[in-house]
C-alpha cells in the first residue's frame, strides 16, 4: 500500500511485491485466497487514504486502520468496498468531511471516525446502512444538523456523536431506534427541548446530553426507560421542575443534572433509586426542604445540592449514606442544626455546608470522620467554641469556618 510513508516501520517490513500477500503480509487475513481482512491498529503508519487500493479489494469484510497517523480525506471511491462489515478509522489525523458516497456500504455493521479533524455535516446518507450497530463519529469538527434519516438505522445500539460543533435540535427520529443503548451527544451546540420521543428507547443504558444549550423540561417519559443506567445532563439551559417519574429508574446509578434552571422541589422519589452512587443537582434554582427519603440511598458516594434555594434543616437520614464521600449542600438557604447523624460518615472526605443560615453548635462526633479533608461551614450562625475532637481529623487539609 503506498500510503506507508514510515520507511522504518517494521510492522509493515513485510509489504513487499515480491512476497505473497496471504501469506506473508503483517495483518492481512485472507479467505479463499482473497484478502478479507486488514488489521493494521497500533502500527505508527503514516500516510494517506488516496493510495489505497480500494477497488483492487472487493472482498474486504474488516478494515481496522485506527491508532495511526492517517491524514487526508476520506476518498469517495470507498464506495468500491461493498462487502466491508468493519471500518475502524478511530483516532487519525483524518481530515475533510465524511463522503456521502459512505452510504453505498450497505453491509456495514460498525463504522468509527472517532478522533479525527472531519469537519462539515453528518451525511444523510449514513441514513441508508441498514444494518450499523455502532457508529461513532465522536471528538470532530462536524458542525450542521444531526440527520432525522439516522432514524432508519433500526439495527444501532450504539450512537457517538459527542465533542463536535453539532448545532440544531434533537431529532424526534433518534427515538425510533429501539435497540439504542448508548446515546452521547454531550459537547456540542445542540438546542430545542429533549424530544418525548426519546422515552421509546427501552433498551438505553447511557444518555449523555451534557454540555449543550438544550432547554424547555425534562420530558416526564424519560421515566420509562427502565434500564437506564446514566443521566447525564449537566449544563444546559433546561427549566421546569425534575419529573418524578425518574423515580421509576430503578437501575440509574448517576443522575447529573447540575448547571441548569431547574426548579421546583426535590422529588422524594429520587429516594427510590437504590442503585444511585451519584446525585448532582447543584446550580439550580430547586427550592423547599432536602427530602428525607435521600437516606435510603445506601449506594450513594456523592450528593452534591449545593447553590439552589432549598431550605428547612438537613435531615437526620443523611447520616445513613455510610458510602458518602462527598457531602456537597453550600450556598442554600438550609437553617437548624448540624445533625449529630453526620459523624456516621465514615467514608467522607469532603463536607460543604458553607453559606446557608445553619445554626447552634459544630457537633462534638465530626471528629469521628477520619478521613474527613475539607470542611466548609463558613458564613452560617454557628455558635460555641469548636469541640476538641475536631484535632482527631488528622487528613484534614482545608477547615473553613469563617
Known amino acids: ?70 491524514s487526508g480525506t476520506i476518498p469517495p471511491d470507498i464506495s468500491n468496498l461493498t462487502n466491508l462489515v468493519y471500518l475502524d478509522l478511530n483516532i487519525n489525523q483524518i481530515s475533510g468531511t465524511i463522503p456521502p458516497q459512505i452510504g453505498s456500504l450497505a453491509k456495514l455493521k460498525i463504522l468509527r471516525i472517532s478522533v479525527n479533524h472531519l ?25 450542521g444538523s444531526i440527520p432525522a434519516s439516522l432514524g432508519n438505522l433500526k439495527s444501532l445500539s450504539f450512537l457517538l456523536l459527542y465533542e463536535n460543533q453539532l448545532s440544531s435540535s434533537i431529532p ?33 443504558f447511557g444518555l449523555y446530553l451534557y454540555n449543550n444549550y438544550l ?21 444546559n439551559s433546561l427549566n421546569g421542575s425534575i419529573p418524578a417519574s425518574l423515580g ?14 431547574l426548579s421546583g422541589t426535590i422529588p422524594e422519589e429520587i429516594g427510590n433509586l437504590r442503585s444511585l452512587t451519584k446525585l448532582s443537582l447543584g446550580r439550580n434554582f430547586l427550592s423547599g426542604s432536602i427530602p428525607a427519603s435521600l437516606g435510603k440511598l445506601k449506594n450513594l458516594s456523592s ?19 455510610r458510602s458518602l464521600t462527598m457531602l456537597a449542600f453550600g450556598g442554600n438557604f438550609l437553617s437548624g442544626s448540624i445533625p449529630a447523624s453526620l459523624g456516621n460518615l465514615n467514608n467522607l472526605s469532603s463536607m460543604f455546608l458553607n453559606d446557608n443560615n445553619l445554626k447552634g453548635k459544630v457537633p462534638q462526633c465530626l471528629g469521628n470522620i477520619s478521613g474527613l479533608q475539607l470542611l466548609m461551614m463558613s458564613h452560617n450562625n454557628l455558635s460555641g467554641e469548636l469541640p476538641s475532637s475536631i484535632s482527631n481529623l488528622t487528613s484534614l487539609r482545608i477547615l473553613n469556618l469563617g
Open 172 to 204: 424526534e427520529e433518534i427515538g425510533y431506534l429501539k435497540t439504542l443503548s448508548i446515546l452521547h451527544l454531550s459537547n456540542n451546540s445542540l438546542n430545542g427541548s429533549i424530544p418525548s420521543s426519546l422515552g421509546n428507547l427501552s433498551n438505553l
Open 215 to 235: 432547554s424547555g423540561s425534562i420530558p416526564e417519559e424519560i421515566g420509562h426507560l427502565r434500564s437506564l443506567s446514566i443521566l447525564h445532563l449537566s449544563n
Open 303 to 321: 450528593l452534591i445540592l449545593f447553590h439552589n434555594h432549598l431550605s428547612g434543616t438537613i435531615p437526620e437520614e443523611i447520616g445513613n449514606l
Open 1 to 70: 500500500m503506498e500510503s506507508n510513508k514510515n520507511q522504518n516501520n517494521s510492522l509493515l517490513a513485510s509489504w513487499t511485491p515480491s512476497s505473497n500477500t496471504c501469506d506473508h503480509w503483517y495483518g492481512v487475513v485472507c479467505f479463499n485466497g482473497r484478502v478479507n481482512r486488514l488489521n493494521i491498529t497500533n502500527s505508527s503508519v503514516i500516510g494517506n487514504l488516496y493510495a489505497f487500493p480500494f477497488s483492487s479489494l472487493p472482498f474486504l469484510e474488516n478494515l481496522n486502520l485506527s491508532m495511526n497517523n492517517f
Open 119 to 143: 469537519n462539515g455535516s453528518i451525511p444523510e446518507e449514513i441514513g441508508y446502512l441498514r444494518s450499523l450497530t455502532k457508529l461513532s463519529l465522536g471528538r470532530n469538527f462536524l458542525s
Open 248 to 261: 421509576k429508574l430503578k437501575n440509574l446509578s448517576i443522575l447529573s443534572l447540575f448547571y441548569n434552571h
